[in-house]
């Protein structure tokens, strides 16, 4: 079912989001395409009760504290960044999703949630925001950020979502229905409407579309163990031609690879090989995808001692990492490393869970 929500915002909030979407527009059509620098965003204070949103350059320079945010993600463009606070001390744990300009100034809320509102993506254009809300079930909707309209396009257990390359706004994600464990990928638009379902096997999730196709986590069932091996597979951006990419060892204690995404050429592939359920554990890997067969998987750093891949440049040369693990929030830094590998540079020595327009 489709469903229409407004953000419900009284008018002067309305007005003050078109401002600031005009004006953030027209600074970035006034620098022209490429031209103004690359920039990041990235949370610091998790170990504390108001977590922080900064914007900063690429290697960290000029950084500049925007606000109250758990979680954050960049627009294509640079110009705009969508984030998430959590009350605190309260039962019912109240979200907020904000969007600040990356030039500071004051925030415009654009939805509120009693559940917790999940970022997955931006649309390539930087007008639309892709979020699931709440859990199981979850409503995964997409919001257009220059207006008060969002639409809900599918409901259900949401293992991973995003929009495809390009200008189509289509989306991919994957979806299992309360109370099973049978997960499958499907495309559909913006709207919600023409609505595909491209696996039937139950065991596919966590896609990430690229521009040659769909690479997904397929999950292998493994003998006294109640949680599959994840390896990473690929399928035509209409299903066809599903097969497997990676063999990679998964010990016992592991979940297996989780792609997080691709170059622009989609030649290179960055993923997490996921440690146990629930330790929030990860390593960074990257798959080579420029010949005829990939290379096998890669770990980035070769030390094994958790840094998790939370982008990839746009040209593929670059990976951007956050050092550490997720139940040990205090020292947590972030890190740029060659997609050849080596010793990572530290570019923000307390932050975590980055994001860029690199």
Known sequence: MIAVGSRKLRTP????LAAMLAAAWLC???FGAGASPPLMTYITDLDRPAPQVWVAAIGGGSAQDLGPASSALISPDGVLVAA???A?????KTSTLSLYTTDGGTPVTILYSQEFIQLLAWSPDAKKLLVAIGASPAQLRVIDAATDQ????ATGVIDGAGFAPGSSDQVVYARAAVNTTRVNIYTTSASGTGTRQLTRDGLSEYPVWGPHGIVYSHETPRPKNPYPALQLWFMSSSGAGAHQLTATKVTASEQGLTPIAFSANGKHLLANLVGPEGSD??????VDLSGPKPT????????????IGDAISSDGGTILLTKGVANN???LSIETIPWAGGTPTTVIAQGAYASWDL
């Open 13 to 16: 909030a309305c007005a003050a």
């Open 28 to 30: 970035a059509g006034a």
């Open 84 to 86: 998430v606070s959590i």
């Open 88 to 92: 605190k001390g309260q039962a019912a």
């Open 150 to 153: 969002s639409h809900t396009i």
């Open 281 to 286: 554990q990860a390593e960074a890997y990257v």
């Open 296 to 307: 096998a998987p890669r770990d980035l750093t070769g030390q094994g001692n958790g840094y």
């Open 329 to 331: 929030l205090a020292p």
